[in-house]
């Protein structure tokens, strides 16, 4: 048996033909269960290691040494030195030697690499979050979005779960192992682009800024390409497609909310949105006014201030409400 669909075993990333291959293998040979037995307690040992970041480098090497040389040495062990002499305790040497300079890579990658056997859980409270994944992918989190991925090292391919909430893509290209965002029912497919999904109880949105995205969702597909926008009915299933028009999807992104040539009621939108305010448009003629300004992302105060003064527009206060006029 090889070691490496062992390995493969042991990370439950096997198939169900591989499942049984092992299986019937332990089971035909004491041997072959011993054997399995000391290679998954290596491993194990190994992989905690790794994971805890406390191996003694130093330690480790010394210890490998005077293995070796206990081995070169040919010297018989006594009774109580069988395991250390034995081919398993220089394979399990080995095997802490090599944990302990993974341990080292390890800690300089992003999340500790434990993208490569495990899920990462990634959450952004009141404010929005940057993260860089294992790959290399650029992702910003919306405030109070909430996601969770792997990229596991014999995957085929990169995998993130939004349970909640928005964020923006910028993926790193692999054509060998496709860039995949499940939200629900939805599945988001891409080798290397742009792109934001926004998930709400009501509704999923994904919009393309570059690249080219596949959204599936049950049987129904379709295919996204620059400023265009999916919009996914989470109960029905079915799926819009139509033009994006504008930038203000990505405000938490860039800080900045980025109107040309704008209605005043979609930017009002945008505002709402992020800020969680009630912002009302109340009078006809400001419904139908468009606006051309860049506002940061900073006070709403301010921000309806620029629009008072850009438009000509009357903002005040009426209960919870803030109205326009």
Known sequence: MEDSLLIKYLLEETSPDEIAAVETWIAENPKHKKHFQEFRWVWTKSKDLVQSGNMDEEAAWERFQMLREANQKKVQPKAHQVF???????????FMLLAAVTAIVFSFLPHSGKALYSNVALVADQEATEEVLLDGSLLTLNKNAKLSYSQKWLGNNRLVKLEQ???????????????????????????????????????TIVI???????????????LLQKNEKAT???DKGTIEKSVSTDQLFKYYVSKEFVAKNLKLTTLVDALN?????EVE???????????????DYGSLRDNLEIISQTLGVT????GDNIIIE
């Open 84 to 94: 250390l002499a034995s081919g398993w305790a220089r394979i399990a040497a080995t």
């Open 165 to 203: 909430g928005e964020a923006f893509f910028e993926v790193e290209k692999n054509p060998k192992k496709p860039f995949v965002v499940a939200v629900g029912e939805l599945e988001v497919k891409v080798l290397g682009t742009s792109f934001n999904i926004k998930k709400t109880k009501e509704k």
């Open 315 to 318: 903002v005040y206060q009426k």
């Open 281 to 295: 448009v109340l009078s006809v003629r400001a419904k139908e006014m468009s606006i051309t300004t860049t506002l």
């Open 232 to 234: 996914i009915n989470n």
């Open 273 to 277: 949105d992020a800020y969680n305010s």
């Open 208 to 222: 393309v800024e570059e690249g080219v995205v596949q959204v599936k969702t049950g049987t129904v597909g379709l």
